[in-house]
């Protein structure tokens, strides 16, 4: 079965049978994904990079690895330290998979706009006037103002390679960003001629600027508490075949 990234300049194969999907709510994970990660996992014996000129490698702690592309900022790989395994992302994988999400872990980490089983979180009275928001490693930092408001998860196949599962984000006015760090910064043009801005240095994906100038900003990647919840599902579509959406949001094929 195939991989990739977003850009096409990482590409793998991983050979059958594969783990079935586990999705975690990590605060590093939500970080380098934007909401949270899902992926698979095989023994590096069935592993291969067929390209990887984009590939770059982040020690996000003293247990693992993260592998994501440097060309668009796709999230792909977590590698455990000292293991003969690696992990990649569910989203990256091209085509049916024939897997599905077998279990949730650290939920107790989740973001406070969605639940990782049912309907989100009921509005708790968390609205806070301003937002800090931050990559992984640090090297991108800003702040704007909150709360975050509604929350739109997109499985588009874009979202989907560059999350690495599905993204989740919501709507900001760019004006209002003021940045404490971005050294790290980098931008990505899509296909479709919007931008996506992460971290060159970890993969965290930040935000996504359309080609109307229409501005978003990851769910995943807030500090703390943002006062957002999600409220839809849009380009459903185009979802993977791993996972169902069962927490009785509107969903629409398109957007």
Not at 102 to 107: D, Q, V
Request: glycine content about 12%; charged content about 20%; aromatic content about 10%.
């Amino acid at each position: 079965m195939q991989g990739s990234c977003l850009c096409g300049q990482v590409l793998f194969v991983v050979d059958e049978p594969l783990r079935d999907v586990i999705a975690c709510h990590c605060t590093q994970c939500r970080k380098v994904s934007g909401h949270f990660w899902a992926a698979s996992s095989v023994p590096l014996a069935r592993f291969r990079l067929i390209h990887e000129d984009g590939l770059r490698w982040f020690r996000s702690s003293d247990r693992a690895t993260r592998g994501f592309c440097f060309g668009c900022g796709a999230s792909l790989f977590w590698q455990p330290q000292g293991e003969d395994r690696i992990s990649f992302a569910a989203g990256a994988l091209d085509g049916e998979t024939g897997l599905h999400v077998a279990e949730h872990i650290l939920t107790e980490h989740a973001g406070d706009y969605y639940s990782p089983d049912g309907p989100p979180p009921s509005a708790q009275g968390t609205e806070p006037k301003q937002l800090s928001v931050s990559c992984l490693c640090g090297g991108v930092a800003f702040a704007l103002p909150g709360p975050a408001g509604e929350v739109h998860a997109c499985h588009c196949t874009q979202c989907r390679k560059l999350s690495g599962h599905y993204s989740a984000s919501f709507d900001a006015d760019e004006a209002g960003v003021v940045y404490s760090a971005s050294a790290t910064l980098a931008e990505f043009e899509t296909p479709g001629g919007g931008r996506r801005g992460f971290c060159s240095t970890c993969g965290s994906n930040l935000w996504f600027r359309a080609q109307d100038g229409a501005f978003s900003v990851e769910a995943g990647v807030v500090d703390g508490p943002g006062g957002g919840r999600l409220a839809e599902h849009i380009f459903v579509a185009d979802k993977g075949d791993y996972y169902v959406l069962a927490d009785g949001l509107p969903q629409a094929d398109r957007w």
